[in-house]
């Protein structure tokens, strides 16, 4: 952005990230918020990962731990800062864990694990085609190569560069020509 002078100004804004979370039997969990339905996680706090971020959110919020796997999409606008009113950057997770006892903090009024299939549809019904599309890619990604979930943010990765742009690659191919429909 820049102002009349041509100045540039800093982006301010806050960044959240969502859980596409894939419990022991591949269901997805879903949480219901006042009269909608959605994905798990939060805002990303200053000074910490962006893995850390999301696992402290899960945890905090569902009192669930979960591996983090890559990411399968990102947005503008799709959530709303509720302080400031602005939209927020979004970051969308294929994560998985093993347990499936949610406890839920006061942000969340209920939860429910459901099948990919009927997640898609029931987030799309607040959120829009794109996470609908989130939830088939985290889906199609399965816990197969070349991504590892992980639970530090600081390990090597046994992938190689090319390895996970082809594999970005082919989950963008089978995206629809227009997800912001």
């Not at 983090?68 to 864990?97: E, K």
């Not at 530090?152 to 020509?177: F, G, K, N, Q």
């Amino acid at each position: 952005m820049s102002d009349e002078s041509g100045d540039s100004e800093a982006f301010v804004g806050k960044i959240t990230q969502k859980a596409i979370l894939f419990g022991p039997d591949e269901d997805v969990l879903v949480t219901r918020v006042d009269d909608h339905w959605e994905p798990p996680g939060g805002a990303y706090e200053f000074d910490e990962t962006m893995i850390g971020g999301l696992r402290r959110e899960l945890r905090e919020e569902l009192d669930l731990d979960a591996r983090v796997g890559p990411p399968v999409d990102a947005g503008y606008g799709g959530w709303i800062d509720g302080t400031t009113g602005n939209p927020m950057v979004t970051l969308v997770y294929r994560c998985v864990t093993e347990e499936t006892d949610v406890v839920l903090n006061e942000e969340h009024d209920d939860y429910e694990w459901i099948d990919p299939e009927t997640a898609a549809d029931r987030l799309s019904e607040s959120f829009g085609p794109r996470i609908a599309t989130a939830v088939e890619r985290a889906a199609a990604l399965g816990d197969d190569g070349p991504f590892e979930h992980v639970r530090d943010p600081y390990a090597d990765a046994e992938a190689s560069t090319e390895e996970i742009l082809d594999a970005l690659a082919e989950a963008r191919a089978s995206d629809p020509p227009d997800l912001d429909g």
